[in-house]
């Protein structure tokens, strides 16, 4: 059974930190990319950081560069966001998503099909 199941959210201050972490089974970990996304209340879901299949690059969307940083376990088939200097902007819910990168491991795209979604952890940054 493919799982995707993100952890980590809850209620922090303003300037606080979070980790999330995205536990992945059921499918071939080093074949897909991972990234992250997060959809606000009356708000389009936002592509936000990815991680490519090998490890070896990341994605950053411009608006979350420099305070979100992703890191990818391939021992333990984990994908971690780490989120610092927490805005109330930031409220959402985050979910971690597959994409197949194929046998030319080709790099993560935020704008193509994802496969696989979890069912996401919900982040509430208070002022």
């Known amino acids: 059974e493919v799982q995707l199941v993100e952890s980590g959210g809850g209620l922090v201050r303003a300037g606080g930190s979070l980790r999330l972490s995205c536990a992945v089974s059921?499918?071939?970990?080093?074949?897909?990319?991972i990234g992250w996304f997060r959809q606000a209340p009356g708000k389009q879901r936002e592509g936000l950081s990815c991680?490519?299949?090998?490890?070896?690059?990341?994605w950053y969307a411009a608006s979350v560069k420099g305070r979100f940083t992703i890191s990818r376990d391939h021992a333990n088939h984990t994908v971690d966001l780490q989120i610092s200097s927490l805005k109330p902007e930031d409220t959402a819910v985050y979910y971690c998503?597959?994409?197949?990168?194929?046998?030319?491991?080709?790099?993560?795209?935020?704008?193509?099909?994802?496969?696989?979604w979890g069912q996401g952890t919900q982040v509430t940054v208070s002022a």
């Open positions: 998503a597959a994409q197949w990168s194929g046998p030319s491991k080709f790099l993560c795209s935020i704008t193509l099909d994802f496969d696989y």
């Open positions: 059921g499918f071939s970990f080093d074949s897909y990319n």
């Open positions: 991680s490519d299949s090998d490890g070896r690059s990341a």
